[in-house]
């Protein structure tokens, strides 16, 4: 096989509409329990955030509000499958967010060992949270760049708007 043949093979896999659907669920899933686990460690995210040295502690504290809640609403609306390019290109920046801020670190030489990612459910190294955090960029974009919208709400709700048709309520 020719290598135009592989990358044609590849594209075909990137842009499959249940590798977008995986996607999706495994960026909603990391989402949504990240947010859970961090919503009653608010404090303790807020000091995290401050660790790096990267904003005032007033925008550490306003980002360690709503980052949680956030994550979550992102989580639920990738399931659902309702504004999927908008809240791909969100969750797409709030991860390139933790990226950058790890990457800061590291440059800096900032002794955080341990990633407040998914609060005190799981313990992860800042290194292997950033390993994580691109994996969950790479998911971000897969979705973003996606064509397709299979299984969610959003393209169904669409083609019963171009349709002319009601939704029915239950």
Known sequence: MDIIARVKNIGRLLLHPYLALVSRMSLAG????AGIAKLHYIDTLIWEIDQYHILPHSLATAYGHVLPS?????GIL???GIFLRISASV?????????IAKIIA???GLDIGIC???GSAVTLLSVHSLAIDFVLLALALQILFHRGEFLSL???LSAKARSGEEPRGG
């Open 70 to 74: 956030l994550e979550i609403a992102l």
């Open 106 to 108: 590291l440059v800096r």
């Open 30 to 33: 990391v989402f949504i329990f």
């Open 154 to 156: 959003g393209a169904w």
């Open 91 to 99: 969750s797409a920046l709030v991860v390139l967010s933790f990226i």
């Open 116 to 118: 407040g990612c998914f």
């Open 78 to 80: 990738l399931v659902v």
